[in-house]
């Protein structure tokens, strides 16, 4: 199967190096990684995010539908703002994560970001489910109809106030606007994946250019490798590595994202949360630092007391820090901040430390 | 593009051997080290080991990948750049000079002969 081209492409085809990532053919790296990691750390910087999903809900049993295939709680939801959440299966392992925007326009409309690769299959399952349950909504994948960026760093504000006459200073962390960005319409949300101050903007496909152009001279331009260290820092989940429903079937609560999770609304997987959040998880979800000279990465095993307890699921030298960092599963009893253990890098195991995350001060 | 200095001989796997003294320093092309990316770690063998021509005698990663390292050359280990274990990045900003990685007492110097020359590396590489 051929990769999906981000619109961006032709923008930035002769600067970057590439890698397919979710059935998309993304930059990875454009100047460094390390570069582009510190940029945003410490100035700002714009990725192309347009293999992320757009899926679009509106009609009078919107709200409803959403309800009932996300974990959190969408009538919390004022016009022009925003939730992270869930999607789950009957038994409560997460299918994706996703970011649910209730538009700005419109009685209760909203637009939904599953992960790159995932359009498809959660468009069907929205469709199939509202025919199933006959609701009144209209369902659309739009992920070919949007271009996304995100301009993220302590310069963001700056960066997107020098584009538009809309007041981004005063939005708060997850709100989302309609705006004129340097003559393109687009929907400017306080949002991001890199644990910084940022926001990310949707565009119509066409105008995708205009928009990477205006942001060309202030914003560094980072790609996928950035975007996974800077979130590696936060302790982020990454679906399809960190969570995935084949290859690492976790549920929000071993996910160290419970709080995802409303009970007291009906949605499929609830009754399975529930029982699992009453006895708490078998695993869950914990950072570490190696101790030792090495990088622990996806795959690698964690031991402890001489014996194989969980694993690595993502792992990079931290960029900010200067020390190897990882993510990953490991029992409850192990979970502790300042339990030693050890990851096994090529048939030797290295000292590891269970840490807090996220592994930075979170701004 | 890339650096391919005329005084060392290469593999396809782009480690160099230089070839002009019975000690060869051994390390990883201009090419290799672009394509990786920023490295963030080096394993070495010891002062003492011997390594053996196209077999693996390291590893190397950088930020978005793990790459074996393999010999260029058969030889017994006489000096490894520990300076690499603090600025593996110097294996970036100068894969020829302070970014190499190992000395070797050359075992054979007829193995030189299975090695690229920095032409057919230029070639490969282009």
Redesign the interface.
């Known amino acids: 199967m051929a990769l999906r081209k981000p619109p961006l492409y032709d923008a930035y085809a002769g600067d970057a190096?590439f890698t397919g990532f979710g059935g998309w053919e993304m930059p990875?790296?454009f100047d460094?990684?390390?570069a582009e990691h510190a940029a945003v750390r410490e100035s700002v910087g714009i990725f192309d995010v347009s293999h992320m999903g757009e899926i679009h809900v509106s009609g009078p049993d919107a709200t409803a539908l959403m309800q009932r295939l996300t974990s959190n709680d969408v009538t919390r939801l004022s016009p022009g703002e925003s939730q992270y959440s869930t999607i789950t299966d009957e038994s409560g392992t997460i299918i994706d994560d996703t970011i649910v925007y209730r538009l700005p326009r419109g009685d209760a409309e909203y637009l939904f970001v599953p992960n790159a690769g995932h359009d498809e299959e959660i468009y069907r399952r929205w469709v199939d489910h509202r025919d199933e349950w006959e609701l009144a909504a209209d369902v659309e994948n739009q992920t070919e109809d949007w271009a996304m960026v995100a301009i993220q760093g302590p310069d963001a504000a700056a960066a997107v106030a020098g584009t538009t006459e809309t007041d981004v200073a005063s939005l708060s962390k997850g709100d989302i606007v309609e705006a004129d960005v340097s003559g393109v319409e687009s929907l400017i949300a306080r949002t991001g994946y890199t644990g910084e101050d940022g926001f990310e903007i949707l565009c119509p496909t066409a105008d995708a250019g205009a928009l990477w152009t205006a942001f060309a001279d202030d914003c560094t331009p980072c790609g996928l490798?950035a975007r996974d260290?800077l979130r590696t820092e936060m302790g982020y989940l990454l679906s399809g590595q960190d969570f995935d429903p084949a290859d690492e079937p976790r549920t929000p609560y071993e996910a160290g994202i419970g709080w995802t999770v409303a009970l007291d609304t009906e949605f499929v997987g609830r009754d399975a949360l529930a029982e699992i959040d009453a006895e708490g998880p078998d695993e869950t979800f914990v950072g570490l630092v190696l101790r030792e000279?090495?990088?622990a990465?996806h795959g690698y095993a964690i031991v402890a007391d001489g014996e194989d307890v969980g694993h690595v699921t993502s792992g990079?030298?931290s960029?900010t820090l200067g020390e190897?960092i990882a993510l990953g599963y490991v029992p409850t009893s192990y979970a502790e901040p300042g339990t030693e253990v050890s990851v096994v890098v090529?048939d030797r195991e290295k000292r590891a430390e269970i840490v807090a995350t996220p592994f930075i001060e979170d701004n | 593009m890339f650096e391919v200095p005329e005084d060392r001989k290469y593999l396809e796997s782009h480690e160099y051997a230089t070839t002009d003294s019975e000690t060869a320093t051994v390390g990883i092309t201009d090419f290799a080290q672009d394509e990786l990316g920023d490295v963030v770690f080096v394993e070495l063998p010891a002062v003492g080991d011997e390594i053996a021509q196209n077999e693996e005698f390291g590893v190397v990663e950088s930020i978005k990948a793990v790459s074996d390292l393999y010999a260029p050359i058969s030889g017994t280990v006489t000096a490894v750049n520990e300076a690499l274990f603090d600025q593996p990045e110097l294996v970036n900003e100068d894969p020829y000079g302070d970014g190499w990685l190992l000395e070797v007492e050359v075992a054979d110097e007829a193995e030189f002969e299975d090695l690229l020359s920095a032409e057919e590396y230029r070639e490969q590489t282009e």
């Open positions: 190096s990875v790296e460094s990684i390390r490798g260290t000279r090495g990088i990465r990079t030298m960029p190897a090529r």
